[in-house]
């Protein structure tokens, strides 16, 4: 029904630089880091969020954020089958944990004790769909990225700060004193790798 680009093989942004301006753009996120990345390749763009379910069984992160790209760029699509969709989903996987946007106060506060002073790896699937979704083209990036061990009045500091983001923390915060090193595409963290 679609394909999964493999390493190696052109990326799914690619095909949108060379082709996309014929078509028409949609973005089915409401992320606003996602618009602020995506005005910078220059291209005219929509801002659609496809509100689908992200429940879903897969355990494996790579393969979990490509499905949940592909449902929310493949729904878009259907209505939309003139245009070319995007869809994205970002997750963080810390001690075996698979962490989404905390749910309430006390998941944000579970959520950055256990990324405090450790070592996470962020992942971001996109997919593009082409004809009203008969075409979805995949890919997922990973990025590492190491947390300062923050005391107890900074951590709490951040609770409830970014709740409307995986981990419970904003890179592109740059008054976010929670992260210390990353390994791997910024903007990935952010939400939508270009790469």
């Known amino acids: 029904?679609?394909?999964?680009?493999?390493?190696?093989?052109?990326?799914?942004?690619?095909?949108?630089?060379?082709?996309v301006s014929a078509h028409g753009l949609i973005l089915a996120s409401a992320s606003p880091r996602r618009r602020q990345i995506l005005?910078?390749?220059?291209?005219?763009?929509?801002?659609?969020?496809?509100?689908?379910?992200?429940k879903s069984a897969q355990k494996d992160p790579r393969k979990l954020v490509?499905?949940?790209?592909?449902?929310?760029?493949?729904?878009?699509?259907?209505?939309?089958?003139?245009?070319?969709?995007?869809?994205?989903?970002?997750?963080?996987?810390?001690?075996?944990?698979?962490?989404?946007k905390p749910k309430?106060?006390?998941?944000?506060e579970r959520i950055l004790r256990l990324l405090n002073g450790s070592l996470q790896s962020v992942y971001t699937g996109v997919a593009l769909a082409l004809d009203g979704g008969k075409t979805l083209l995949s890919q997922a990036a990973v990025t590492r990225v190491f947390t300062r061990k923050l005391d107890e009045p900074?951590?709490?500091?951040?609770?409830?700060?970014?709740?409307?983001?995986?981990?419970?923390?904003?890179?592109?915060?740059g008054k976010d004193p929670f992260v210390r090193k990353i390994d791997g595409p910024r903007d990935n963290v952010v939400g939508l790798p270009l790469s």
């Open 1 to 19: 029904m679609g394909r999964i680009l493999k390493r190696g093989s052109a990326s799914v942004l690619g095909a949108f630089r060379k082709g």
């Open 39 to 54: 005005k910078k390749l220059g291209r005219p763009f929509r801002v659609l969020p496809s509100h689908v379910s992200e």
């Open 66 to 100: 490509i499905e949940l790209a592909r449902r929310k760029a493949g729904h878009m699509a259907k209505r939309h089958p003139e245009a070319w969709v995007l869809g994205a989903d970002t997750i963080v996987v810390c001690k075996g944990e698979i962490l989404g």
């Open 104 to 108: 309430d106060l006390k998941d944000s």
């Open 154 to 173: 900074s951590l709490k500091r951040l609770i409830g700060k970014h709740m409307d983001k995986a981990g419970s923390y904003a890179i592109q915060d």
